[in-house]
């Protein structure tokens, strides 16, 4: 079984800065990209930023000069970080990854979330 763990979230004010990391474990053939998507309360789910095993990223707009995305594929991890947070970033963030269980065979995972509030 995969499985994705979140860490890093917690409550800050606005300007400030949090560092999201998540970790995959469980049989792992190899991870074709990682990324984060995040969910405000009454709002769809929105991606703010992937990347792949070779190092290509994708940002949201509203993500784009705030926020950097980067991965350790040794240790099939990905990581958020994210300065300059504004109250419009609240919201739960979730984790998602491509794995391959064995060549040729993968599947999409998500992880439970971790909260991210910022507000004065």
């Known amino acids: 079984q995969v499985q994705l763990v979140e860490s890093g979230g917690g409550s800050v004010q606005p300007g400030g800065s949090l560092r999201l990391s998540c970790a995959a474990s469980?049989?792992?053939?190899?991870?074709?990209?990682m990324g984060w998507y995040r969910q405000a309360p009454g709002k769809e789910r929105e991606l703010v930023a992937t990347?792949?095993?070779?190092?290509?990223?994708n940002y949201a707009d509203s993500a784009k000069g705030r926020f950097t995305i980067s991965r350790d594929n040794a240790k099939n991890t990905v990581y958020l970080q994210m300065s300059s947070l504004k109250p419009e970033d609240t919201a739960v963030y979730y984790c998602?990854?491509?794995?391959?269980?064995?060549?040729?065979?993968?599947?999409?995972?998500w992880g439970p979330g971790t909260q991210v509030t910022v507000s004065s």
């Open positions: 998602n990854a491509e794995i391959f269980i064995k060549r040729l065979e993968f599947l999409n995972f």
């Open positions: 469980g049989s792992i053939f190899s991870i074709n990209a």
């Open positions: 990347i792949t095993v070779g190092g290509s990223t």
